[in-house]
């Protein structure tokens, strides 16, 4: 069975600071794809970074990147430079290939201190 | 750039009721999904639809009914409503339903069932 955990309900940073939000799966498939999704209080998901598995480098967008350890099944997430419009829900997420289903985590809340 | 539209935003019934969430994409995607969001956890896959004219069950289908009416649109249908369904739903979608393309999702409608 394929699980995502994210273990910090909750984080908070200063603003300009570094943050990194963790996030561990489980599968035994050796072919899939990492997410992490941002949800504001809006309620939009929106992407914000994606890994493929077979890719060793780790992927970068603008200020967040991804340390994506594969033996450990370790996809943390960093924001540098933390903006007050960082503060949202964190989701990590992944899908093996040949399913169609995305298997989210618990969530992690993350909140911007001025 | 609309993406993915969900109708209505809000929605509150009474135990028994039916209701049809609407779901709507202008991106020419082929691939729609329905996910229910629950506090404390994350999405979970209710039913998909990987193609015009085909759609299959998710993680938790039981008390839901789809319709994929064209290839813009999908309609989710609760035919009899419990308070166990009272959750955001999240409707997405995706160029096909190989695992590498991202899913993009609509803002949510928010659930509420006496």
């Known amino acids: 069975a394929q699980t995502v955990t994210q273990s910090q309900p909750e984080m908070s940073v200063q603003e300009a600071e570094t943050v990194t939000l963790s996030c561990t799966y489980d599968?035994?498939?050796?072919?899939?794809?990492l997410f992490w999704y941002k949800q504001p209080p809006s309620r939009q998901m929106i992407l914000v970074i994606r890994?493929?598995?077979?890719?060793?480098q780790n992927a970068t967008e603008n200020r967040f990147s991804v340390n994506f350890q594969k033996a450990a099944k370790s996809f943390s997430l960093k924001i540098s430079d933390s903006q007050l419009g960082d503060a949202a829900m964190y989701f990590c997420a992944a899908i093996i290939q040949g399913a169609q289903k995305l298997v989210f985590g618990q969530g992690t809340r993350l909140t911007i201190n001025p | 750039n609309a993406g993915v539209t969900q109708t209505p935003k809000f929605q509150v019934l009474k135990t028994g009721q039916s209701m049809t969430l609407q779901c709507a994409q202008d991106m020419n995607h082929n691939s729609m999904y329905w996910y229910r969001q629950d506090p404390g956890m994350g999405l979970r896959l209710i039913y998909y639809?990987?193609?015009?004219?085909?759609?299959d069950k998710g993680e938790v289908p039981n008390g839901y009914n789809v319709s994929r009416l064209n290839k813009r649109e999908f309609s989710l249908r609760l035919e009899s409503a419990a308070p166990s369904q009272t959750s955001v739903y999240f409707c997405a979608s995706s160029l096909t339903s190989v695992a590498k393309n991202i899913q993009y999702f609509g803002a949510g409608t928010r659930l509420s069932v006496l």
């Open positions: 890994q493929e598995a077979y890719k060793q």
């Open positions: 639809s990987a193609s015009e004219g085909t759609t």
């Open positions: 599968t035994s498939e050796s072919d899939y794809y």
